[in-house]
């Protein structure tokens, strides 16, 4: 075997016990912390088929970003934060066949979609330099833009979670 097709396992492995745990830890910030694995999972696979502006990206936005959001609103909220067992849903078994399903859906699809179709052999190398502009060049004001609606959604949340 390849080293690439054995790190794609080992990474794999990890992914999938950390999405399991995601779901069958009773706690919330535990639960958001196996996401963080997840996520991280999910970047050293793009580090590994050599895409590090898109792993870069992985880390940066969901790490980095959505997950701190997740975690500041799962803080600020008055709930309890802890085990909470009465929260399961009493027919979470109906999710194993209904998965099951869904992937044998996605999988024919994807099989009947692409077939044999191989990537070609001679694809152009982009840079990163190029993708990056191509991306931030004519979306530069929105990324901006964005990024200023999420300072302030965390702000209001802050002012409207503190006790006065």
């Known amino acids: 075997m390849v080293a690439q097709n054995i790190a794609f396992g080992i990474v794999a492995a990890v992914m999938v016990w950390g999405a399991l745990r995601v779901v069958t830890v009773n706690n919330v910030?535990?639960?958001?912390?196996?996401l963080?694995?997840?996520l991280a999972g999910a970047a050293a696979q793009y580090v590994i088929l050599a895409a590090e502006f898109v792993a870069i990206t992985q880390v940066l936005v969901y790490i980095g970003a959505v997950m701190v959001l997740f975690l500041f609103g799962t803080m600020l909220t008055r709930a309890r934060i802890g085990a909470e067992r009465e929260l399961n849903n009493k027919s979470w078994w109906l999710g194993v066949p209904s998965s099951v399903l869904l992937l044998g859906v996605i999988t024919l699809a994807l099989v009947s979609g692409f077939g044999d179709e191989e990537l070609p052999k001679d694809a152009a190398v982009v840079s990163t330099q190029e993708i990056s502009d191509l991306i931030f060049g004519p979306y530069l004001l929105p990324f901006w833009a964005l990024s200023?609606?999420?300072?302030?959604?965390v702000i209001g949340a802050i002012v409207l979670a503190r006790k006065d």
């Open 36 to 38: 963080v694995l997840v």
């Open 148 to 153: 200023f609606v999420l300072l302030v959604a």
């Open 29 to 34: 910030v535990h639960a958001a912390l196996w």
